[in-house]
C-alpha cells in the first residue's frame, strides 16, 4: 500500500472541505443540480383533524344534495365530487363511465386527468424548492435553464402567467417551420423552440398577465434541473409519496397510454390522443378527489411554507387592471373590495374539465373531476356561500 506523505495531508485536507462546499449556494448555473437529493421540499400530512359533529354534516348535507341534483340530474355527472371539512368528507359522489369500451365504472380509486389543477401541483412543488432556499422567487430563469430566452423573466413571473410568453399550443400548430405535428412535442422542444425560433411574445415580459401554459412547461423543466430527478419522480418524491397520494402520477406516454382512464365529448364519443399530450407541468396529472383532499390539507398545513412566502402565493400578482379576479403564485383568486377572498383553480383538458376549491378561512375542500366534456364542474364554486360569506351573484339558469 502507498502511503501519503505528510506534507502533503494538509493540500489534501483543503481539496476535501472545498469538493464538498461546492453545490450548497443558490443555482446560477443551468448545469448544476443538487448532489443530494434527500434534501427535497417534501410535503407533510396534517395532523389530527378536528372532528366535525353529526348535526353539523346535516345541516349543511340537504343543500349541498340540492345543488348536486341540480347540475347533475340523474347522476348524469360521469366523474367524482368531494366536499370536505376539516379534511372531513362530509359528502361525496362517483358516478359514470371510466371506459366505456371496458364497462368500467368511476369510483373513489379512479384517477382521472385533472388538466390544469395540475399547475396548483407543479406550483407547490417550485415554492418548496423556494422555501428550501434551492432557488429564488425573483431568481431569472436563464440561470436555471440556460438556453431560455427572456433574458428578464423570473420564476415569480411564470408562477404569475406574467412572462408574456406565447401559449405553445399555438405556436407549434400554425407554421410547420416551427413543428411538425406528426411528432410528439415535449416540454424539452419547447424549450428549444423558444431559444431558437422567432416566436416571439404576446407581450413585453413582466407587464401584464397573461394565462398561458408555456409557463408551467418550463416550471416543470426547472424542477427537474435542481431536483436532478424527471419531473414524475419529483413530483412523487416531494408529493405524492408523503402525502399517500396512492392513485396519484404523472402521465407517462410509455407506460400508461394504454391504461388511463380516456376523456369522452359531450356525445359519448370518446377523444384520442394528439401531439401535445406529452407536455407536463401545465397538465399531465392523474389523481382522485380524495388524494387530492390530502393534498389540500397539507399545503394548508401550519409550516407549509414559511410566513412571508405564502403571503406572496396568496396575494394577487396582477394588479394593473382593476378587478376582482387576480392569479397569485399557482393559485386563482376573486379579492372583492369587502374583504372576502375565493380560491381556486379550474383545468381543462380534452374531455376532461376540473375545479379545485379551497375555503381557507372554513377549512373547506370542494372538488369535481369529470371525463366527459361539460362545463358544470366549474358550477361547484356555487357550494361556497353555504359555508361562509362569499358574495356571489348566481343567476338561477348559470
Same mark, same amino acid.
Given at each position: 500500500?502507498?502511503?501519503?506523505? @505528510? ?6 485536507? #483543503? ?5 464538498? %462546499? ?45 345543488f ?6 340523474n347522476?348524469?355527472?360521469?366523474? %367524482? ?6 379534511? $372531513?368528507?362530509? *359528502?361525496?359522489?362517483? &358516478? ?23 399547475k ?10 423556494i ?16 438556453? #431560455? ?37 415535449t ?5 428549444? =423552440? ?9 407581450s ?8 398561458c401554459?408555456? &409557463? ?41 397510454? @394504454?391504461s ?24 399531465n ?17 401550519p409550516? *407549509?411554507?414559511k410566513?412571508?412566502l ?6 394577487? $400578482? ?12 399557482g393559485?386563482r383568486m ?22 379545485? =376549491?379551497?375555503? $381557507? ?34 343567476? !338561477? !339558469?348559470?
Amino acid at each position: 500500500m502507498r502511503f501519503v506523505k @505528510k506534507a502533503n495531508i494538509p493540500q489534501i485536507l #483543503f481539496l476535501i472541505l472545498v469538493l464538498s %462546499s461546492c453545490g450548497k449556494d443558490k443555482t446560477s448555473s443551468s448545469d448544476r443540480t443538487p448532489e443530494v437529493k434527500d434534501t427535497l421540499g417534501k410535503m407533510t400530512p396534517m395532523g389530527p383533524e378536528k372532528k366535525i359533529t353529526q348535526p353539523y354534516i346535516n345541516s349543511v348535507n340537504g343543500r349541498i344534495n340540492h345543488f348536486y341534483n341540480k347540475n347533475w340530474p340523474n347522476n348524469s355527472m360521469n366523474g %367524482s365530487f368531494l366536499v370536505a371539512k376539516n379534511g $372531513q368528507i362530509i *359528502f361525496e359522489r362517483y &358516478n359514470g363511465y371510466a371506459n366505456k369500451n371496458k364497462n368500467t365504472k368511476i369510483t373513489a380509486d379512479t384517477p382521472v386527468q385533472i388538466a390544469s389543477v395540475s399547475k396548483v401541483l407543479t406550483a407547490t412543488a417550485v415554492l418548496k424548492l423556494i422555501d428550501l432556499g434551492k432557488i429564488e422567487l425573483d431568481q431569472k430563469v436563464n440561470t436555471i435553464l440556460k438556453t #431560455f430566452p427572456y433574458e428578464e423573466c423570473t420564476v415569480r413571473m411564470l408562477l404569475s402567467h406574467r412572462s408574456g410568453m406565447r401559449s405553445y399550443a399555438y405556436f407549434t400548430d400554425h407554421d410547420k417551420s416551427v413543428w411538425d405535428r406528426h411528432n410528439q412535442l415535449t416540454n424539452k422542444d419547447i424549450l428549444d =423552440i423558444l431559444a431558437t425560433k422567432d416566436v416571439g411574445l404576446e407581450s413585453r415580459v413582466g407587464t401584464r398577465f397573461g394565462y398561458c401554459n408555456t &409557463n408551467y412547461a418550463m416550471l416543470a423543466l426547472i424542477i427537474e434541473k435542481i431536483t436532478g430527478l424527471t419531473y414524475k419522480e419529483a413530483m412523487s418524491q416531494m408529493i405524492f409519496k408523503p402525502l399517500g397520494m396512492m392513485h396519484t402520477y404523472v402521465f407517462d406516454d410509455d407506460k400508461d397510454r @394504454k391504461s388511463i382512464v380516456p376523456s369522452y365529448k359531450g356525445n359519448g364519443a370518446e377523444i384520442g390522443f394528439d401531439y401535445l399530450d406529452n407536455v407536463y407541468g401545465d397538465k399531465n396529472i392523474f389523481s382522485t378527489v380524495r388524494d387530492l383532499l390530502k393534498f389540500d390539507r397539507a399545503r394548508n398545513a401550519p409550516g *407549509f411554507l414559511k410566513p412571508a412566502l405564502l403571503k406572496e402565493v396568496y396575494t394577487g $400578482q396582477s394588479n394593473e387592471r382593476k378587478g376582482s379576479k387576480n392569479y397569485g403564485l399557482g393559485i386563482r383568486m376573486i379579492n372583492w373590495e369587502t374583504g372576502q377572498n375565493f380560491y381556486f383553480h379550474n383545468g381543462w383538458w380534452h374531455g376532461n374539465t376540473s375545479s379545485y =376549491i379551497t375555503l $381557507q378561512k372554513e377549512e373547506v375542500t370542494i372538488i369535481a373531476l369529470s371525463n366527459k366534456m361539460t362545463r358544470k364542474t366549474y358550477a361547484v364554486r356555487k357550494l361556497a356561500p353555504i359555508f361562509g360569506d362569499y358574495p356571489f351573484k348566481f343567476k !338561477d !339558469d348559470e
